[in-house]
């Protein structure tokens, strides 16, 4: 079974500009998570999404947005880049929403830079 | 809220070493807990986990048990190699549809 992929795999934009970035889940996978992973930050939760519903979302701006599709591929959009955007972007699916047995299986990332 | 501590690193040891890295949650009922390995340049893999108290998650010689009693799941292994080295989060999921929460992370380096 094919894993979790992300593209593009790497971006480069300059600030003020926007950007999305894509996800597609293991198949049969209904639920997905975005993080953000920065050095300093760490791993910080940005919004799940399950069945086409945003579920849960984490402490950011609305600069921040995202969408999950009938297929369950989600996307995720930035909105007026500022320098701090800069990390890795990663997406994980699960099987279903919440649970004590769920697992998250996580994609490579997207790696955002903002010059 | 809910929430998870790790020992502060870098760690750095020798090959063969014997390996503990701490973990402690807050949460509320009966989460489940998780380790995941980042290797350089990749998204986070699940290593192993425990979804009820004293439970023991192994995977690839590591080792780690669900103390409710301490609220702990230290990760362990006998003897690290040199392709052990990886950032190492410790996480937790709890029974009420909440998102995971991650610890900072633990940076391993394996010397040879």
């Known amino acids: 079974k094919a894993g979790v992929t992300q593209t593009p795999r790497y971006l480069i934009k300059t600030r003020g500009q926007q950007v999305t970035l894509s996800c597609s889940p293991i198949s049969g996978h209904r639920s997905v998570s975005w993080y953000q992973q920065t050095p300093g930050q760490g791993l910080q939760f940005l919004f799940e999404?399950?069945?086409?519903?945003?579920?849960n979302k984490g402490n950011f701006p609305g600069r921040f947005s995202g969408r999950q599709f009938s297929n369950s591929r989600s996307e995720m959009n930035v909105s007026t880049l500022e320098l701090g955007d800069s990390a890795l972007y990663l997406c994980a699916s699960s099987p279903s929403v919440g649970g004590s047995t769920d697992t998250q299986y996580f994609g490579p990332g997207t790696r955002l830079t903002v010059l | 809220g809910n929430s998870v501590t790790q020992m502060e690193g870098p760690v750095t040891l020798s090959e063969e070493a014997f390996l503990t890295i701490n973990c402690t949650y807050t949460?509320?009922?009966?989460?489940?807990l998780f380790w995941y390995v980042q290797y350089p340049g990749e998204g986070l893999q699940l290593l192993l986990k425990a979804t009820k108290a004293d439970d023991k998650g192994s995977n690839k010689g590591f080792e780690a048990t669900y103390r409710k009693e301490t609220t702990s799941f230290h990760l362990e292994k006998g003897s690290v190699q040199v392709s052990d080295s990886a950032v190492y989060f410790c996480?937790?999921?709890?029974?009420?549809?909440?998102?995971?929460?991650f610890g900072p992370g633990t940076r391993l380096s394996v010397l040879p």
């Open positions: 999404y399950f069945s086409e519903t945003q579920r």
């Open positions: 996480a937790l999921s709890d029974n009420y549809g909440q998102n995971f929460v």
């Open positions: 949460a509320t009922g009966y989460p489940s």
